[in-house]
């Protein structure tokens, strides 16, 4: 009830923002696309493919803003910008001369009417999977609030494989104008890979999904075959999702990934790639939803040999209390638990989980402790700039954390 009170004073804002702005999306094209998982790939691959075309473009993700060729950052955790923000990206973009703006936009973004008055000419939706449940509460408004966009949108696009696409077909664009694009791995999609082949660097079944997203979203855009096999040829992941820092003789990996989903999707491709362990470090964000904790616990115990849990945007919360609730979804008792650990403690043949509450020292004891062969994958922070311990944002960074864990093995 106090969201929804709060939300009628967003509306306003949200007006108030499109009227100073002079309602800038008009005379543009606008692509926006959500979703639980894939979001930002499948945002930047549209951008990429449309760039790579020689289109005009700008797009607005979670990793950044690009107006006409100039990169800014959109703030601290944040996938969509404030009303007033998101609008003067979409002034910037239209005095540039863009023809198009890709905008990733969140549940949140949409909930509280930070996409309000913009014209999307194509709304697409990658998946729709347990999260963000402490603000939405139940699955059902979840996927209403993802929804807003292709009920909005001219074109929507819709994930057929996706366990949501039944209810968003039956209650949230039956009976809508707009036009409805299924993509999906199965032949009775609209957009499938038997239809459109197409190769790819990017990783894993999850991204065959982003990539078909990304083509339905650009075939209703009218850009030739040709042009959008080129792009999704010559493009990579963007910085901190399933990015490779080091690949010697061990690798290394930052990901984004948060949820149970995710941790599946990243962990079934880590399998692949790892000759001998995986040594996986994540927490999970305080203040947010509850149960997925136990649940990416569970999942990272059927793939890692080495669990390092630790902090990941506590805020308020008590790092130990996050990391118990992780540790209680882990029921294989093959797992020895270590409150922190020495180097020598861990042996190669066994396997752990480590509690160690300083995010910079867990991930230098992961490269500490690799081996040859391994495969250490660090999720949870991606790109993110800052770090939230309940005093306010700090610096931080997952790159320079691993380049200085490089740096002491060498030592």
């Known amino acids: 009830m106090w969201q929804g009170a709060k939300n009628h004073?967003?509306?306003?804002?949200?007006?108030?923002?499109?009227?100073?702005?002079?309602?800038?999306s008009r005379g543009l094209t606008v692509i926006g696309v959500t979703g639980t998982e894939g979001k930002t790939t499948t945002a930047n691959?549209?951008?990429?493919?449309?760039?790579?075309?020689?289109?005009?473009?700008?797009?607005?993700?979670?990793?950044?803003?690009?107006?006409n060729g100039s990169t800014s950052d959109t703030g601290f955790h944040i996938?969509?910008?404030?009303?007033?923000?998101?609008?003067?990206?979409l002034r910037k973009a239209r005095k540039a001369g863009s023809k198009y703006v890709v905008l990733e936009v969140s549940s949140h973004g949409l909930d509280q009417y930070r996409a309000l008055g913009?014209?999307?000419?194509?709304?697409?939706?990658?998946?729709?999977?347990?999260?963000?449940?402490?603000?939405?509460?139940?699955?059902?408004?979840?996927?209403?609030?993802?929804?807003?966009?292709?009920?909005?949108?001219?074109v929507a696009v819709l994930n057929k494989d996706d366990r949501s696409y039944q209810r968003i077909k039956k209650h949230e664009v039956h009976g809508k104008n707009n036009l409805v694009i299924t993509y999906g791995l199965k032949k009775d999609a609209d957009v499938n890979p038997h239809v459109f082949p197409f190769k790819t660097k990017l990783l894993g079944k999850f991204n065959q999904y982003n990539c078909l997203a990304a083509i339905s979203a650009l075939q209703a855009l009218r850009i030739s075959d040709t042009k959008i096999t080129k792009g999704l040829a010559s493009f990579k992941a963007p910085v901190g999702r399933q990015e490779i820092v080091y690949d010697k003789d061990f690798t290394v990996m930052i990901d984004f990934a948060t949820t149970g989903f995710s941790f599946t999707n990243m962990l079934t491709e880590a399998k692949k790639l790892a000759k001998k362990r995986i040594i996986h470090v994540f927490g999970a964000a305080g203040m947010r939803d509850?149960?997925?904790?136990?649940?990416?616990?569970?999942?990272?115990?059927?793939?890692?040999?080495?669990?390092?849990?630790t902090a990941e945007d506590p805020r308020n919360e008590?790092?130990?209390?996050?990391?118990?609730?992780?540790?209680?979804?882990?029921?294989?008792?093959?797992?020895?638990?270590?409150?922190?650990?020495?180097?020598?403690?861990?042996?190669?043949?066994?396997?752990?989980?480590i509690k160690i509450p300083n995010r910079k020292i867990a991930i230098l004891f992961a490269l500490a402790i690799a081996k040859k062969g391994d495969f250490v994958l660090i999720t949870g922070k991606g790109h993110e700039q800052s770090?939230?311990?309940?005093?306010?944002?700090?610096?931080?960074?997952?790159?320079e954390a691993v380049t200085e864990g490089l740096?002491?093995?060498?030592?």
């Open 9 to 24: 004073y967003h509306y306003f804002q949200g007006l108030a923002a499109n009227i100073f702005y002079r309602f800038p």
């Open 45 to 67: 691959l549209i951008y990429h493919v449309l760039h790579e075309a020689g289109e005009k473009v700008s797009v607005i993700s979670t990793t950044g803003a690009i107006v």
């Open 79 to 89: 996938t969509t910008p404030g009303r007033f923000a998101i609008q003067a990206y």
């Open 118 to 154: 913009i014209h999307f000419a194509v709304g697409v939706i990658t998946n729709i999977n347990r999260d963000h449940l402490d603000y939405h509460k139940t699955w059902e408004k979840y996927v209403h609030a993802k929804s807003r966009l292709v009920r909005v949108a001219k």
């Open 290 to 309: 509850i149960a997925k904790r136990a649940e990416i616990g569970k999942v990272a115990s059927e793939f890692d040999d080495v669990i390092i849990i």
């Open 318 to 353: 008590s790092v130990e209390e996050i990391s118990n609730k992780i540790i209680s979804g882990i029921t294989d008792r093959t797992f020895t638990v270590l409150d922190g650990a020495k180097k020598e403690d861990v042996q190669e043949n066994k396997k752990y989980v």
């Open 387 to 399: 770090m939230n311990y309940g005093k306010g944002e700090e610096p931080w960074s997952e790159h």
């Open 407 to 411: 740096r002491l093995r060498s030592v």
